[in-house]
């Protein structure tokens, strides 16, 4: 799906910032933040995979709820000075991107009658 697939993007690009020496002292957010950004593309795989509609809806807006986390997040790498201004923006943009698509297709799953493969037979 191109949404895991921007996710797992944006946890990767987001994964090599944290690797740099801004990092060292800031363990605990960086946990966070590696947390976080996993939670998103986590969230969609497992919603996929649950078969049905209403848990995929589900696990989109926990992902969802996570992108806006890292959001928040890379405000507070802002606050701290702990990344320059052009990587800053670069997962901005990535984040906004993510949420949209989310947020696009939780739409369009609420209004679809298809149930998913788990529920597909029943009335």
């Known amino acids: 799906m191109e949404i895991w697939q921007l996710a797992r993007r944006f946890a990767k690009d987001l994964n090599v910032v944290l690797e740099t020496d801004s990092f060292k002292v800031e363990f605990g ?24 509609k209403h848990e995929f809806v589900n696990h989109l807006t926990i992902a969802k709820g996570s992108a806006e986390e890292s959001r928040s997040q890379l405000f507070r790498c802002l606050d701290l000075s702990l990344m320059d201004e052009v990587t800053l923006i670069s997962l901005f943009d990535q984040l906004e991107i993510l949420v949209r698509k989310i947020a696009a297709l939780i739409q369009y799953l609420n209004n679809v009658t298809i149930k998913g493969q788990k529920f597909k037979d029943r009335i």
């Open 29 to 52: 957010l960086k946990q966070q933040m590696k947390n976080a950004s996993g939670s998103i593309m986590d969230n969609i795989a497992e919603g996929f995979g649950r078969g049905s």
